[in-house]
């Protein structure tokens, strides 16, 4: 199945990507917003001056992480190759309780695990190029691994795409949005807005 779909980039990337990316939860990012909360309410009666600096170097902070890691997932997706996976190992990270995108082929699982967390060291070969890519969560099985055509040391796992992914044999992405994904998205929708109301308050 793989084969068949090893078309010539450049592929077609729909604008799901893109939405995706722009509301995909991300704890990292609620933890600074949670910073950012804390901090100005510490410091609304001491200085003032300074709450609409806070909210504004966050928001601008992680808006521009968001839409950088958007270009570089369209980027992949427009010019990736699908890789050959040479070899994998493996190494303990200790145990943790998060939610894991763990691939299978193309099928990607998304779902809490609590347990032994894996950093897989993947190698792989695209065309003549060599590279690797660390994977971490669940062991590394049978996931589709994308190498960019144009820099072929850059690579990713089909399961870091916030949203479900198939290639055709005409060289076009299809993208869905796996399962309960609106939640994670009405939840960064009222993150954002409570950056931009704070924001907003706080200058006027």
């Known amino acids: 199945m793989l084969q068949s779909s090893r078309t010539v980039p450049p592929h077609r990337v729909p604008p799901t990507v893109a939405l995706a990316g722009a509301t995909v939860w991300n704890r990292h990012e609620a933890y600074w917003f949670l910073i950012a909360v804390i901090v100005p309410a510490a410091s609304w009666s001491r200085y003032p001056a300074l709450v609409p600096y806070v909210f504004a170097i966050v928001l601008l902070g992680a808006s521009t992480f968001r839409v950088g890691t958007i270009v570089r997932w369209m980027s992949m997706l427009r010019w990736g190759v699908i890789a050959d996976v040479e070899s994998v190992d493996t190494a303990l990270r200790g145990d943790r309780n998060l939610r894991l995108a763990h691939a299978t082929g193309w ?15 993947v190698r792989y070969r695209a065309g003549d190029a060599r590279g690797h890519l660390f994977v971490r969560g669940l062991p590394f099985t049978t996931g589709v691994v994308l190498a960019h055509s144009k820099h072929p040391s850059s690579a990713m796992a089909i399961s870091d795409f916030p949203c479900d992914l198939q290639l055709d044999g005409k060289g076009r992405w299809a993208a869905s949005f796996p ?12 993150l954002y807005g409570y950056a931009i109301a704070g924001l907003t308050v706080s200058l006027a």
């Open 179 to 190: 399962r309960g994904f609106w939640r994670q998205a009405l939840a960064t929708t009222a």
């Open 107 to 121: 099928n990607v699982q998304r779902r809490w695990y609590t347990g032994v967390v894996t950093e897989s060291a």
